[in-house]
């Protein structure tokens, strides 16, 4: 090999502890580290009468498809958004290969070299990984359960004058939290006022345990405050099925279009055929339906989770009890640290993600996150006994 | 709108020929613009069985996948490449949406602000499109039909010291040409002498009018002289549908990893149905006898393309008659300005690429794109006449 060619690209650090999940990836291991969907819940029979649908539609329908992406699934997404109080028509929307494509064009089109992110701290990591490639400057606002600390906004505001502030309000990930109204409220106000584009990413905000919960999106009450400093992107990777990697961005449309004009350059359309076969799913499918049975059962895993973990006796451990979404956030005894339990639960075979992946500089190492979604509710009670082992041997390690 | 946004929008000149083109996909409009395949050879049964197959595979297959692709469908690639005598293991390969995608991701893994690309000229706009992103200088080569000028590329080579070189050396967009062994072997030599990478860009490859021409890649040559200085990126979209999407690269092991990488951060992974189901197509499906097929359909247009435009009597025109490909490049008299002959044209109801768009640096105004593979034979005829209308009004309009 070359020398010249490999140390002339641009490495990132790979993740140890991506690396050992990697090796977790059997069946001995029971997973709360990825954050997948369930699977046996998938619309498959649904998927695929809208695959075939589309191939009676003849043969067009598989030409070169809109970069900006299939119009009648745009316009439906638009409308589906109406539920959320967010109005954009299909012009002001791009769909894109998962909602990651949507972060990694907002980077391209509006973040120059040294441009300063503002972050919830800890945050979504490949969201991170998609930031850093535009040699940013990621600083991260102090957050809690409710939101980011609107102190400590304003004065990282003041000092950065950041260029944008990428959040997950409902139900993020890692830490499965929910943002107060007033603090959301308090975000779009301080961006407004000094120009600062808010990027709303929300691929989990429809798996709501309490089906008549309302969680306003940033979105929505720019739209209602005149304000269009919110970009808005979600996916169906969750509701409907990963494969197609599905989502979109929407918003105001010289950023749109500028992300279209970007999006050509980077692959020139997602899969038009999966597009078209989504539209025809959506169309003839009770998609919102289907989305109350999966919450549902999720709210029956984690709940599940909560018992199990109760039961382990584990001491020092803190969490706050999701109302949606895919996760649990753990807060242990002070003086663990969770890539040290990882490496015991793996032996005892189970995985989860340690909260360190997650942090914007120094983490808070006694953290980490489980998903509650995969697991069946017949495995869930030996992974949580593996996980639960885990962590007694480590105390008993460092005390 | 606020301003501050959009004044901070990274905004690349929008084509004033793409616009006019969008407006010109009406149903009146011959169009011999698009670089598109014949929809009415597409295998739509095959491929309907395919997803078929894909969906009793069981739920599992619409779950998250790998970000560098599908693996029994790398491994097949791997397999066909054989054939072209490239050797490639599967894990030297990336899957990506579209060999548009490859373009891109190594232009972010391997290009820093500043680096200089050369480039045949003219070449595939679109590359230029996804280079332009990355802040790079891009720097032509003198080309004709037989590949780069060895004497010009030599020169640019001392002059710039490139860290790449982006090449279509069979049947290339937008001429047709197809590149010497010679030159071939003669840019290897230069580029691997100077560490000078290659991006052999090959879509059309396989598209040939003589089954048993032979034109070796740029890759097979480089691995036969022990030389890893090329990437080689290819794509399913001509030889099955462009809808999937399904693209890939291979090359160099260290380079690859790092595409991986930033294809995570990009877009987690492309549509994994998809590639499912083009595995299955290429396990249950004659794939190289349908390339044979469409190969002599896209031959049968060519000529009749090409006795037809002798029959307008043209005067001033010179073409080389492709050996393969989607595309037929014409030179007219020196004083035609081919935008004012594509007015005429729109005005007819017939579309071309004028050649400027494909052009690094000042175009040759004369030029022109014919795509001769989406046109019947049916509608051939209409849309020459109309073309030779438009050109003998422009030729005097401007005597």
Redesign the interface.
């Known amino acids: 090999?070359?020398d010249?060619?490999?140390k002339?690209?641009?490495?990132?650090k790979?993740s140890a502890v991506g690396e050992l999940l990697k090796l977790a990836q059997t069946d001995e291991v029971i997973s709360f580290a990825?954050g997948?969907?369930a699977?046996?819940f998938?619309p498959?029979e649904a998927?695929?009468q809208a695959?075939?649908r589309v191939?009676r539609m003849g043969?067009?329908?598989?030409?070169?498809?809109l970069t900006e992406g299939y119009t009648p699934l745009r316009e439906q997404i638009s409308q589906r958004l109406m539920h959320r109080n967010i109005r954009v028509s299909s012009d002001e929307m791009l769909l894109?290969?998962?909602s990651?494509?949507a972060v990694?064009l907002v980077a391209?089109?509006?973040l120059?070299?040294g441009a300063v992110i503002l972050t919830e701290n800890p945050t979504y990591l490949?969201a991170l990984?998609?930031f850093?490639?535009y040699s940013v400057q990621i600083i991260p606002v102090l957050s809690d359960e409710k939101g980011m600390d609107p102190e400590d906004l304003a004065a990282k505001i003041e000092k950065y004058h950041p260029?944008l502030v990428y959040v997950i309000p409902t139900f993020a990930n890692p830490t499965g939290w929910i943002w107060d109204t007033s603090r959301r409220v308090n975000l779009i106000e301080e961006c407004?006022r000094n120009?600062v584009?808010i990027l709303e990413d929300d691929p989990y905000g429809e798996i709501k345990f309490a089906p008549n919960d309302y969680y306003p999106s940033m979105m929505s009450l720019a739209q209602q405050a005149g304000?269009?400093?919110v970009l808005y992107t979600s996916t169906f990777?969750k509701t409907v099925?990963?494969?197609?990697?599905i989502g979109w961005i929407c918003g105001?449309?010289?950023?749109i279009k500028?992300m279209i004009?970007?999006k050509?350059?980077?692959?020139?359309?997602?899969?038009?055929?999966?597009q078209q076969a989504l539209f025809q799913l959506l169309d003839h499918y009770d998609l919102n339906a289907h989305i109350l049975t999966i919450s549902a059962e999720y709210q029956r895993r984690m709940q599940l989770m909560i018992t199990l973990l109760h039961q382990q006796r584990l001491g020092q451990v803190n969490w706050t009890e999701p109302k949606g979404g895919m996760f649990l956030w753990l807060e242990l005894a002070e003086e663990l640290d969770t890539e040290m339990v990882l490496k015991h639960a793996l032996q005892e075979g189970v995985a989860f993600v340690p909260g360190h992946e997650f942090y914007v500089g120094s983490p808070q190492k006694n953290t980490l996150r489980l998903n509650f979604s995969h697991t069946s509710v017949e495995e869930m009670p030996a992974g949580v006994e593996r996980l639960g082992r885990a962590i007694h041997q480590s105390l008993s390690s460092v005390r």
Chains 1, 2 share one sequence.
């Open positions: 090999m070359d010249q060619f490999t002339q690209v641009m490495t990132h790979t990825g997948l969907p699977e046996e998938f498959v998927l695929k695959f075939e191939f043969n067009k329908a598989l030409q070169y498809g894109t290969t998962g990651q494509q990694d391209k089109v509006y120059e070299p490949v990984q998609a850093r490639y260029k407004d120009h584009l304000s269009d400093c990777s099925v990963p494969a197609l990697r105001n449309r010289t950023l500028a004009h970007a050509q350059g980077a692959d020139l359309h997602s899969s038009s055929l999966d």
